[in-house]
């Protein structure tokens, strides 16, 4: 059994992303080229943005942004304590400061009172400047995109929506993605649309935003193409062949894969109804179950569920052992009004099961009566 199984998935649909991989071959276009096009037309469609910008993975994505956005020393960038590294390691390697809030108890997203009580405290102080939001859809929920937009209006803040997770979630009817001044994602393989190696996208509805997103990412080029550099920028490129792999693969998770998420992670919460702390899902929002995660009743509960499913052979994950601001890197920021106490409960009590669109009923049932034992 697969933590996410990508050969099921290549298997379904190989007959196409072959063929189109051939077909990159047989062009010998791997940068740029018909594919990058069709691809950034589509995702920007299904996402409903005016402009979609492929780069090189979620990562850049997100430094892009961040670079945009002009941040840099003397800025507070607000960030969930609960998220990968890369949405809150650009504030530091920009000089910027990375302001933890913590997350909420049900959607385990940025929590929007932790939110307003931290630009509260920085405003207090009056050292730093707040800048931006990065609003993190962890697990493929969506956060609560009304709520934040008003205080980043409020407050005169820049929003960035990290969907990395979240790419196919929905929120009130839209897709993810479609939050925020600027939106940004990943391809990594795992992801819920992901490609064979590394890809990423920024998005943004603002004509300006997106040239200078362009320009970023081939080294600052300016009107006069990729040597009359007119700023500082990156190398940041999705390949063609990657472009070719993720349209067939848009394609499924349009088509079936969306819906088949949502058929494993019901019947999870329904086998752990009552049982485990099982995920929330707002009202008017769908979740893509980037991750299926469960809290356990403590630490020690978690740790023998892992151990047993070790044991059995079914693969398992923490996302994420430690918060934000408990990680070395980040040891000397301040946390102002803040002790996270909903990050830290949840980092000590999670765990996840295998989770993807080709899981099959026996191969879940085997996952799940594991988990039971030791219950
Ligand atoms: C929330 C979040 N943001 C950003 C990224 C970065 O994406 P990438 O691995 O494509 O650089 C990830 C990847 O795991 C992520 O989970």
């Given at each position: 059994m697969q933590f996410i199984d990508l050969k099921a998935q290549y298997c379904a649909l190989k007959t196409e992303i072959d063929h189109n991989i051939q077909t990159v071959l047989d062009t010998g276009v791997f940068i740029g080229g018909p594919y990058v096009k069709e691809l950034e037309s589509k995702l920007a469609a299904f996402v409903g943005r005016k402009h979609c910008i492929t780069c090189a993975n979620g990562t850049d994505a997100l430094q892009i942004a961040y670079m945009v956005a002009g941040i840099g020393a003397g800025d507070a960038v607000f960030c969930p304590d609960m998220t990968f590294i890369s949405s809150t390691e650009p504030a530091k390697m920009f000089g910027a400061t990375p302001v933890f809030c913590d997350i909420t108890q049900d959607t385990y997203c940025l929590c929007t009172e932790s939110l307003e009580r931290q630009i509260q405290a920085v405003l207090a102080e009056g050292?730093?400047?707040p800048k931006a939001v990065v609003a993190v859809d962890i697990l493929g929920n969506p956060c609560d995109y009304d709520a934040i937009t008003a205080i980043c209006e409020q407050y005169g803040l820049l929003l960035i929506e990290d969907a990395a997770q979240s790419f196919g979630a929905d929120y009130h009817g839209k897709k993810c993605?479609?939050?925020?001044?600027i939106a940004t994602t990943s391809f990594f393989p795992a992801k819920p649309l992901g490609c064979y190696g590394d890809g990423g996208a920024i998005f943004t509805d603002d004509d300006e935003l997106a040239d200078v997103m362009r320009s970023i990412c081939v080294h600052g080029k300016g009107p006069g193409g990729k040597y009359d550099n007119i700023r500082v920028g990156v190398n940041s490129r999705l390949d063609a062949i990657q472009a070719a792999i993720l349209l067939t693969k848009l394609k499924a998770l349009a088509e079936h894969e969306i819906t088949a998420r949502q058929v494993v992670a019901k019947r999870y919460s329904q086998a752990f109804e009552g049982k485990l702390k099982t995920p929330f899902v707002a009202e008017n929002c769908v979740s893509i179950w980037a991750q299926y995660a469960l809290l356990a009743a403590d630490t020690a509960q978690r740790d023998r569920i892992v151990a047993h499913l070790v044991a059995m052979n079914i693969p398992n994950m923490i996302y994420y052992p430690t918060p934000q601001h408990a990680l070395p890197v980040f040891q000397n920021e301040p946390h102002y009004a803040e002790t996270f106490p909903n990050a830290n409960d949840y980092c000590a009590r999670t765990f996840s099961l295998p989770m993807h669109p080709y899981l099959s009923e026996a191969e879940q049932q085997r996952v799940i009566n594991a988990v039971l034992e030791v219950l």
């Amino acid at each position: 059994m697969q933590f996410i199984d990508l050969k099921a998935q290549y298997c379904a649909l190989k007959t196409e992303i072959d063929h189109n991989i051939q077909t990159v071959l047989d062009t010998g276009v791997f940068i740029g080229g018909p594919y990058v096009k069709e691809l950034e037309s589509k995702l920007a469609a299904f996402v409903g943005r005016k402009h979609c910008i492929t780069c090189a993975n979620g990562t850049d994505a997100l430094q892009i942004a961040y670079m945009v956005a002009g941040i840099g020393a003397g800025d507070a960038v607000f960030c969930p304590d609960m998220t990968f590294i890369s949405s809150t390691e650009p504030a530091k390697m920009f000089g910027a400061t990375p302001v933890f809030c913590d997350i909420t108890q049900d959607t385990y997203c940025l929590c929007t009172e932790s939110l307003e009580r931290q630009i509260q405290a920085v405003l207090a102080e009056g050292k730093l400047t707040p800048k931006a939001v990065v609003a993190v859809d962890i697990l493929g929920n969506p956060c609560d995109y009304d709520a934040i937009t008003a205080i980043c209006e409020q407050y005169g803040l820049l929003l960035i929506e990290d969907a990395a997770q979240s790419f196919g979630a929905d929120y009130h009817g839209k897709k993810c993605c479609a939050f925020g001044q600027i939106a940004t994602t990943s391809f990594f393989p795992a992801k819920p649309l992901g490609c064979y190696g590394d890809g990423g996208a920024i998005f943004t509805d603002d004509d300006e935003l997106a040239d200078v997103m362009r320009s970023i990412c081939v080294h600052g080029k300016g009107p006069g193409g990729k040597y009359d550099n007119i700023r500082v920028g990156v190398n940041s490129r999705l390949d063609a062949i990657q472009a070719a792999i993720l349209l067939t693969k848009l394609k499924a998770l349009a088509e079936h894969e969306i819906t088949a998420r949502q058929v494993v992670a019901k019947r999870y919460s329904q086998a752990f109804e009552g049982k485990l702390k099982t995920p929330f899902v707002a009202e008017n929002c769908v979740s893509i179950w980037a991750q299926y995660a469960l809290l356990a009743a403590d630490t020690a509960q978690r740790d023998r569920i892992v151990a047993h499913l070790v044991a059995m052979n079914i693969p398992n994950m923490i996302y994420y052992p430690t918060p934000q601001h408990a990680l070395p890197v980040f040891q000397n920021e301040p946390h102002y009004a803040e002790t996270f106490p909903n990050a830290n409960d949840y980092c000590a009590r999670t765990f996840s099961l295998p989770m993807h669109p080709y899981l099959s009923e026996a191969e879940q049932q085997r996952v799940i009566n594991a988990v039971l034992e030791v219950l």
